[in-house]
């Protein structure tokens, strides 16, 4: 087998086969200064190494690892710019420095050094030549001072162009070297490369018949087990030969024929696996030195990347080289250009020196003047003062002629006043004798008033409750055509104003037949005054007795407050089957029902009355095959956008068939929202026409959206309702969004509070309804929700185990210990606060 290798970049040496040591060189880069700097003269040396030695071996290959094999690319902050190159055969170490602050020579040594590294580099052997530019600070430093001062002029003339010129053609000199330089370090790359891949099937090479000696030697090894057995057998024969004495003869054929003929078998077996043995042993050894020529051929594959990236920090500084040239170029013609601005600056400030010798004249004359003009201006001060002392003199003599004027002109103002006084006087003599009448005319009136009070503080005295029963009796009758539609308004407007005349006729006819009982309310019917609002809620929630959030607080809270200020309010709920009906008083159904119309066709609906807390309801239970409300929950069904339209509809055509004339129709969040519509588009035109509608939203984020077709089922126009300017959702084309269209329809939209109606102005909390109330902000309002003094009452709380007041809270810490005690809360800490983050209702 043989071997060939044969490697030589950039001066770096390695061993060949017969241990030929190639040089090594060590190159420095020192970093670039910062500043742009002008192109110094370089020097330039190149060193000859012998030629690669190529050595055959048969069968084995030898590849040591070069010694001191290190290249290096330093960049020091604090090192003088320029390359060193360090031999590992010599001791000698060059470097090229920078050129010294005294003078800026171009020698004829750095020439001589050029052109025999020219001639160098043309050598059969091809050895590598390294080239570096010097960076000279004392060009910049000097040309940066000449272009600094103020006489620069006097000094650029003093610069002798020729020697950048020859600075220049060094480096463009230098640049063509790294450019050979580089090529043949490529050429020594492809070379090292080619040998890496013959040395690889070599290997290939020996590894097969290495594989064949193994193979050879598993058959051997075979063919000795076989002989071993062989012997074996002619041992027993032997054996059997001695133990029979009968056949002698027998005995010497087998012990002369068979042992004969099986040992040269034997014999020639241990001399061919013998053979095999060294066979094999040489060819391991040379497995071995592969392996070690393998090894010392990756270290040369290492020293191949690191001399690539040497060549990589060679390309970047003949860049900076390029560039370096360039900026030199630019700076001579920039040289050029500064001296003539010099000699203009020159021109410019021989003139300034004329205009200010100019100037200073004109300032002389100038204070002159200044000097003259104050004393003059004493002279003026002077005169004016003995001026004013003079115009003293006049005016206090006529000022005390004026004074006496005035002092006679307030004399006579004086005794009008008086005469004036009289007159009012004896003026207020007499009013106050009218007050005193008109006082005791009071008196009389007031002891008659009084006496009318006692007679009516029976009938103020009567509770909410009363009054609302009486007004579900009046509502039934109508309904069940007992009385009319102008004598039911009539009695409604007298329960309302709650008139003595119709509590005294209700109590007499507590025992009488209910004709007897409507015969005498017919008879109370007389002209009335209206009262002052009547307002229906139509509602889901109504607390204590269908609740689910804080809309059954507001609904009922509000209802009671409008009632105590003398308005008629009544709600419109839906009849759930898990509504707390023990909490309804004088809960019954009506005789008669009231018949709405969805999905085609006319539906009945159970019509029930009772007072909540004093306040009259209408629960409305449909008798639709969907059982809407039995469903054993208030929400939370696939079927709710149906379920609460149709309970929308069926809560106008109550109000419609009862004859009901509402001043305001106050809906709550999307389930009642279908109201405004239905109301505008359907009811106005059957009579029901007296309302405007207000819409309370107390949460944006549950919207009810469903796909437009379902809006059908009520009885609403799809293709009229479904547009951007009306009920369409504002993310999808295909949908409905009750609460736009509510906002729409409204007269007035309010919710919870001012600073949740600012929220939801805006595109994150306004849930995608930001653009419509934008829109509508007119009527947009936030009005802050209340609490019922009279439920949230601590002094009357049965729920609490002690009650409490504003005066007196001390029943607060045994309340608080209680719960921690149903709770199961620690008690070490008495002084820590309980926080309840969600409100429960607790019966």
């Known amino acids: 087998m043989e071997a060939k290798l044969s490697t030589c970049f950039l001066n770096g040496?390695?061993?060949?086969?017969?241990?030929?040591?190639?040089?090594?060189?060590?190159?420095?880069?020192?970093?670039?200064?910062?500043?742009?700097?002008?192109?110094?003269?370089?020097?330039?040396?190149?060193?000859?190494?012998?030629?690669?030695?190529?050595?055959?071996?048969?069968?084995?290959?030898?590849?040591?690892?070069?010694?001191?094999?290190?290249?290096?690319?330093?960049?020091?902050?604090?090192?003088?710019?320029?390359?060193?190159?360090?031999?590992?055969?010599?001791?000698?170490?060059?470097?090229?420095?920078?050129?010294?602050?005294?003078?800026?020579?171009?020698?004829?040594?750095?020439?001589?050094?050029?052109?025999?590294?020219?001639?160098?580099?043309?050598?059969?052997?091809?050895?590598?030549?390294?080239?570096?530019?010097?960076?000279?600070?004392?060009?910049?430093?000097?040309?940066?001072?000449?272009?600094?001062?103020?006489?620069?002029?006097?000094?650029?003339?003093?610069?002798?162009?020729?020697?950048?010129?020859?600075?220049?053609?060094?480096?463009?000199?230098?640049?063509?070297?790294?450019?050979?330089?580089?090529?043949?370090?490529?050429?020594?790359?492809?070379?090292?490369?080619?040998?890496?891949?013959?040395?690889?099937?070599?290997?290939?090479?020996?590894?097969?018949?290495?594989?064949?000696?193994?193979?050879?030697?598993?058959?051997?090894?075979?063919?000795?087990?076989?002989?071993?057995?062989?012997?074996?057998?002619?041992?027993?024969?032997?054996?059997?030969?001695?133990?029979?004495?009968?056949?002698?003869?027998?005995?010497?054929?087998?012990?002369?024929?068979?042992?004969?003929?099986?040992?040269?078998?034997?014999?020639?077996?241990?001399?061919?696996?013998?053979?095999?043995?060294?066979?094999?042993?040489?060819?391991?050894?040379?497995?071995?030195?592969?392996?070690?020529?393998?090894?010392?051929?990756?270290?040369?594959?290492?020293?191949?990347?690191?001399?690539?990236?040497?060549?990589?920090?060679?390309?970047?500084?003949?860049?900076?080289?390029?560039?370096?040239?360039?900026?030199?170029?630019?700076?001579?013609?920039?040289?050029?250009?500064?001296?003539?601005?010099?000699?203009?600056?020159?021109?410019?400030?021989?003139?300034?020196?004329?205009?200010?010798?100019?100037?200073?004249?004109?300032?002389?004359?100038?204070?002159?003047?200044?000097?003259?003009?104050?004393?003059?201006?004493?002279?003026?001060?002077?005169?004016?003062?003995?001026?004013?002392?003079?115009?003293?003199?006049?005016?206090?003599?006529?000022?005390?002629?004026?004074?006496?004027?005035?002092?006679?002109?307030?004399?006579?103002?004086?005794?009008?006043r008086l005469q004036r006084s009289d007159e009012e006087i004896e003026s207020y003599v007499q009013l106050y004798q009218n007050s005193m009448k008109e006082f005791q005319d009071t008196l009389t009136n007031l002891k008659e008033e009084s006496k009318k009070r006692l007679r009516d503080d029976t009938v103020n005295e009567m509770p909410s409750e009363f009054w609302s029963r009486l007004l579900l009796m009046i509502d039934g009758w109508f309904l069940e055509k007992k009385v009319s539609a102008e004598d039911a308004m009539l009695l409604r407007d007298m329960i309302w104003k709650r008139d003595g005349s119709i509590h005294n006729a209700y109590m007499s006819s507590k025992e009488k037949t209910e004709r007897e009982t409507i015969a005498t309310f017919l008879r109370l019917t007389s002209s009335t005054s209206s009262p002052r609002l009547h307002v229906i809620h139509i509602a889901a929630e109504m607390a204590p007795v269908a609740k689910v959030g804080g809309l059954g607080d507001v609904v009922t809270g509000l209802s009671k407050a409008l009632q105590k200020k003398g308005h008629l309010v009544e709600i419109v709920l839906p009849k759930y089957d898990c509504a707390r009906y023990q909490l309804v008083q004088d809960l019954k159904a009506l005789n008669v029902p009231v018949e709405s119309y969805f999905d085609g066709r006319l539906y009945k609906n159970k019509i029930w009355t009772g007072t909540v807390e004093g306040l009259p309801v209408y629960f409305i239970e449909p008798q639709h095959p969907g059982n809407f409300f039995w469903r054993g929950q208030f929400y939370g069904e696939n079927d709710d956008f149906k379920r609460f339209s149709f309970f929308s509809r069926a809560a106008l055509e109550l109000l419609l068939q009862v004859g009901k004339k509402p001043d305001i129709i106050h809906c709550h969040d999307w389930q009642t929202a279908f109201v405004a519509p239905l109301y505008w588009d359907l009811y106005v035109a059957k009579g029901l026409n007296s309302a405007r509608i207000c819409f309370t939203c107390h949460n944006f984020e549950y919207q009810g959206t469903a796909p437009a077709t379902e809006l059908a089922s009520c009885g609403l126009d799809v293709y009229h309702l479904n547009r951007p300017d009306r009920m369409q959702d504002n993310s999808a084309q295909d949908r409905i969004n009750p609460i736009k269209g509510a906002i729409v329809f409204s007269n007035i939209v309010t919710t919870v509070s001012p600073t949740y109606a600012q929220e939801v102005r805006s595109a994150e909390g306004g849930q995608g309804l930001h653009a419509t109330l934008h829109s509508h902000s007119k009527k947009f309002v936030g009005i802050l929700n209340g609490i019922d003094t009279e439920a949230w009452n601590p002094a009357t709380d049965n729920f609490l185990k002690v009650q409490y007041n504003a005066y007196d809270i001390e029943g607060k810490a045994e309340n608080k210990e209680d719960l921690r005690r149903c709770l199961r809360l620690s008690s070490r800490d008495v002084r820590r606060p309980l926080v309840s983050l969600y409100g429960f209702y607790t019966e």
Request: hydrophobic fraction near 30%; include cysteine.
């Open 13 to 416: 040496g390695c061993y060949g086969g017969g241990g030929t040591k190639f040089n090594q060189v060590n190159v420095r880069f020192s970093p670039m200064p910062s500043r742009r700097l002008l192109p110094a003269s370089c020097k330039m040396r190149q060193r000859n190494f012998g030629p690669q030695n190529k050595r055959q071996q048969p069968k084995k290959i030898n590849l040591d690892h070069p010694e001191n094999t290190n290249i290096q690319v330093n960049g020091d902050e604090g090192s003088d710019p320029g390359i060193s190159f360090k031999d590992s055969n010599s001791d000698s170490i060059e470097e090229i420095k920078p050129i010294s602050d005294d003078s800026i020579p171009i020698t004829r040594e750095a020439e001589h050094i050029n052109e025999e590294d020219a001639r160098n580099s043309s050598a059969p052997n091809g050895v590598d030549s390294v080239a570096e530019a010097k960076n000279s600070s004392k060009i910049m430093h000097s040309s940066t001072n000449i272009l600094g001062t103020s006489e620069g002029g006097e000094q650029l003339s003093g610069i002798h162009l020729e020697d950048l010129i020859g600075m220049i053609r060094n480096a463009e000199k230098n640049i063509h070297l790294l450019n050979h330089a580089r090529i043949r370090a490529l050429d020594d790359l492809e070379k090292i490369l080619h040998e890496k891949e013959v040395l690889q099937g070599e290997i290939n090479i020996l590894e097969t018949k290495l594989a064949e000696t193994d193979a050879r030697l598993r058959v051997a090894a075979q063919e000795k087990i076989h002989v071993e057995l062989l012997e074996d057998q002619l041992e027993k024969l032997r054996n059997e030969l001695s133990s029979r004495n009968s056949s002698e003869e027998l005995v010497y054929n087998v012990n002369n024929s068979l042992p004969f003929s099986q040992s040269n078998d034997v014999n020639s077996y241990s001399e061919e696996f013998d053979v095999w043995k060294t066979e094999n042993i040489s060819l391991k050894n040379e497995l071995q030195a592969l392996k070690t020529q393998l090894f010392n051929l990756k270290k040369t594959d290492e020293r191949v990347q690191i001399l690539e990236e040497e060549r990589i920090s060679l390309e970047s500084s003949l860049k900076e080289l390029e560039f370096k040239f360039s900026a030199s170029q630019e700076d001579v013609s920039n040289i050029s250009s500064l001296k003539a601005e010099c000699k203009n600056l020159y021109e410019k400030v021989e003139h300034l020196q004329q205009l200010l010798e100019n100037a200073t004249k004109q300032a002389d004359q100038a204070i002159l003047a200044l000097q003259q003009n104050q004393e003059l201006r004493k002279k003026v001060d002077q005169l004016e003062k003995s001026l004013e002392e003079a115009n003293v003199y006049k005016l206090s003599s006529e000022k005390m002629q004026q004074y006496n004027e005035l002092m006679q002109q307030k004399i006579q103002i004086l005794d009008e």
